[in-house]
């Protein structure tokens, strides 16, 4: 199963129109005519840009579609960001709506006032405690019972480790064992929910945990088969770069062609860069390289750079100062040209080279493959290019760029199984610390949020039950609003009051875990948005894999995505309702 993106241009368009500098953009490889950023060979080997909004610097993983299978990618892009109904969110703070959320509160406290004072007027007490007792019931055997579901996840490490360490392929004998696997969690989660005689609360709980472990427990193994077969394919793409640089002399005379030939753009880059116009409207020096066209060089001169660092200071434009464009490409800082450089002086006149190519291969695995993307012979510059992708694929995104299968290991997996989210990554954008005010504030807002709930459910749920006698139409009539004031607070209290504490608690800076959804205008505009976790799942394991698997059509998978989700609650209401409707 894939996790390609179908789109190259994921917040390009933002992404050029922050860039000012027309000379700039070419040599970074964004089109600012169509906001695709063209990755050259060079800048291959980081696959995320930094973008910097209001919120923050925004991470974003490069797409990468493989020169081989061309097999499409969901991208998730993970940043650091906050919820909407967080007090610490600058725009929510100054949004004109804000009042109306204060309102909101004050009416639903105003609300449970009245109903616990009428409540003691006519029974002596303020709640019945009907609910309470009904999912209190059981709650040891419950909480055992979740606690064995959970660790049962840890299987997840050494079936993993097994298949990387070849005892057997993931596609297609490790998807089999994956899915049989998940079948049964789930089958004895449900078996062991109506053996129990469970509730609805109870067995609705650990349905819905079941479902969420298994869809952890899914991309997890699901994306290090993946990365699995991206390094297979990497070994195979390179033992072929190093039968064809052998034909073409050995990777002494490789090298130092790309060397030259790479010299010789940099060259041509340069004479067209002093021969153009000076640009003064963008703040671009004198004597800017233009990227010829047809070229994909991300070459910079070193006086330009510093000269295009200063302005770009000076500007408040931070988001580029790391750029590799304005560092790792230059002819005297880039870790992998020095070498190079004394190699083909070596080539040259005889001298000893200061580092082998084994040394150099080892130090850097993509070393090699960067400077011979610019080969004279197209296969193999298109060899390295290729190979260079695939690395990138294999390395994270973040500061600590992990690199599979470093992450293969119990804190890796006990991390991700804290981080609220349901789609794997090798890494994610993190917090520097815990905030213990913040996790207080989480924690009333949870208890209070749920005392809000058991009063509209004990109030005005429980007593309006439908009844066999009364028609359909009245019960919905008489259910709509405590129904709707339900789902409100159920919300909040699990996508604004838990997951942002299980998010502060394990360091997790990206809170996106709703979107605007009460601005929908269409059912499919909604399932996006009130639920992203779900969404970004189902995106990237259900809707992309089943074009990439399944041949499906966008239609098709669309379609087959719905079917799954529906089947997914109507799974979970059959549970709770002992019905099948």
Known sequence: MSRRSPSRVLMANDFASRRRSTAHEKASGCDPSTGTRHIPPALSRDPSIDIQIPEGTVHVSRPFRSFRTRKLRTMITFSPRKSHFDITNERTGSNEFRGFFTLFWIGMFVFSIRTYIRSI?????????????????????????????????????????????????????????????????????????????????????????????????????????????????????????????????????????????????????????????????????????????????????????????????????????????????????????????RLAQATTTGTRMPETITEILSRSPDAASQILSYHPNPNIADLAREHMGLLAELTSSGSARIRWPANINGKNFVVYMLVPTLVYELEYPRTDRIRPLYVFEKTVATFGTFALLYTVTESFIIPLTPTPEQTVWRSLLDLSLPFMVAFLLLFYLIFECICNGFAELSYFADRRFYDDWWNSISWDEFSRKWNRPVHTFLLRHVYTSSMSSMKLTKNGAMFFTFLLSAAAHELVMTIVTKKIR
Request: proline letters at 3%; one cysteine or more.
């Open 121 to 341: 007027e006519e029974r002596g007490y303020p709640v019945e405690g009907a609910f309470f007792s009904m999912f209190s019931r059981d709650a040891v055997t419950l909480a055992i019972s979740d606690a064995v579901l959970v660790l049962s996840t840890g299987i997840c490490v050494p079936f993993v480790r097994a298949f990387t360490n070849g005892w057997f392929k993931y596609y297609w004998t490790g998807v089999a064992i994956q899915h049989l696997w998940q079948t049964m969690v789930l089958f004895v989660a449900i078996k062991w929910t109506f053996n129990r005689h469970w509730p609805w609360v109870q067995s609705g709980f650990l349905t819905l945990h079941s479902l969420v472990m298994v869809m952890k427990m899914h991309s997890y193994v699901t994306t290090n088969g993946q990365l699995q077969w991206v390094n297979s394919q990497a070994e195979e793409v390179q033992t072929q770069l190093r039968h064809v640089v052998a034909d073409e002399g050995g990777w002494e005379t490789a090298l130092a062609a790309a060397q030259e030939s790479k010299a010789q753009m940099e060259e041509l880059e340069r004479a067209r860069g002093n021969g153009g116009e000076h640009d003064m409207t963008n703040g671009v020096a004198n004597g800017t390289p233009m990227v010829p066209e047809g070229l994909t060089s991300s070459y910079v001169d070193v006086n330009v750079a510093a000269a295009l660092r200063q302005r770009l200071a000076a500007t408040g434009r931070s988001d580029v100062l790391t750029s590799p464009v304005l560092h790792s490409s230059t002819s005297t800082s880039s870790s992998t040209d020095i070498p190079l450089q």
